[in-house]
């Protein structure tokens, strides 16, 4: 039946390039930026967007379309994924792998609703200059299941839906998936719950050289560190043909965000932690933002190689009753920030030279701008800020040491100008640490917001278990699990926020149980949180 469709579509004159469901063309719904421009519509005929069964006016593209290649072996092997969702269309999906042919191959995608109805569908060429990669915005109405055809082949089936109003909306947060040290028994479950949205913290490959199975490590990398654009390419493969990854991505949109693993551990703008010189690195981060752009479902443009890449963004979620139910900016803490003051982790000394320095800066000033007017203007019921590094401030001691200087405690002016303008109603949904944390972000005794660490999917805790009684310490900790990895699920309605805490029986078994550690519950209208 599809490939039918093709050969109508390709025969048919008045069947034209879509503005509503073609790459690119989508209203986006984030700044910056507000529109995607078409992917590499001048590097080759390999890589240029197609066809849509939308009706519209703009220029046939349909001759272009190549006769189908039949593809040796089932190129689906890397699973589907939809994401950056508006009130009127989501990205949609797929890398295709194995050889590619030279001349492109054309790969039919279609959404249909419930009743089996299409919404949506079209063809994208794709080709080896895009990795394989399938990416196209399909204008919905409705929740949708989604599929992509090449040949004979198809792919796995994903769900999405468009942004609507709603009163209970629930978000699942997850970050830091390292493939060696464990299983993803958190994926199979947050599949299960079927959330409407998934933010992604950072972390969701790691770089590291392939390591031999040992205590700890459950399965290898492939390869060596990744440092061009075929390395990281192979990287996200490795990970994305992880089939319970796959069924968390097909499950429902994933906005997604990175943090420092996508390209180095520990990295700041340009600045290498393994010692590379500034160009050599930019490079290397260039090669890796390109592969993060082609392996995540976002409708973010692809990055220009050697200059910046800004990724934050925002959504609007409108609440049923009128107005906005919960105004969500993602953020990049790594792009942009200065240089960390010290290497260490968990000092216990005086802070480092030069760590209240307000130049410093952890977002870079475009994005303070750009966060401080979100801030100024929102009218929403609850603002969520989805972010990397751990926001709570936990300095410690008479000398206020500075534990980790890669957390925004080591960017201390940088967050009193962030939290300056903080809204009421603030919620913060952090990652990076491997742990699961409650903490209220603000002056100690008058906090501005809660935040929700969630532990990670996989990746191995690195606080020794002993001090957890030091952590809960801490007069901004309210609660904290060190053991387990997992993820958190959010429920969020006019009158609370309640984040449920599920954590992983055991990370090397990739059909552990998984159950609720704990659940805990802010008010809107109050900066404090308890367990329920
Ligand atoms: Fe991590």
Known sequence: MRMSRRRFL????????????????GSGPTTPPTTARPPETTASTTTTTTTTT???TSTTTTSTVPEPAELPENPFTLGVASGDPDAASVVLWTRLTGELPAEGVPVDWRATAEDGTEVASGVFTTGALLGGTVRVVAAIDRPVA?????????????????????DELRIASASCQNYEAGFYAAYDDLA????????FLGDFIYEGDAQPVAAGRVRSHEGAEPTDLDGYRARYATYLGDPQLQAARGAAPWI??????????????????EGADPVTFATRRSAAYRAWWENTPTRLPPPDAGVDYPIHRGIDIPAAGGGDLVRISVLDGR???????????????????GWDDPQRTMLGADQEGWIADRFSTTAARWNCLAQQTVLTDLRFGEDGAILNYDQWDGYTPAR?????????????????????????VGPLGAPVGVEFVTTSISSSGNVPLDFLPVVEGFENIVAAELEHRGYTRHTVTPAAWTAEYRTVDDVADAASAVSTWKTFRVANGAAAVSEV
């Open 10 to 25: 390709a025969l048919s004159a008045t069947v034209v390039a879509g503005c509503t469901t073609s790459e690119g063309a």
């Open 54 to 56: 939308t009706t519209t």
């Open 146 to 166: 989604y599929q992509f055809f090449t040949g004979s082949w198809a792919s796995p089936v994903g769900r999405a839906a468009p942004i609507t109003a709603t």
């Open 192 to 199: 299960e719950w079927t959330p409407d949205l998934v933010v």
């Open 256 to 273: 997604c965000i990175w943090d420092d693993h996508e390209v180095e551990n520990n990295y700041a703008g340009v600045v290498s932690s």
């Open 335 to 353: 792009q942009f920030r200065s240089d960390q003051v010290c290497d260490t982790t968990f000092d216990l000394g005086p802070p480092c030279s």
């Open 416 to 440: 009193d100008r962030l939290l300056a303008n903080a809204p009421d109603d603030l919620v913060v949904l952090t990652g990076d640490i491997h742990l699961a944390g409650i903490g209220l």
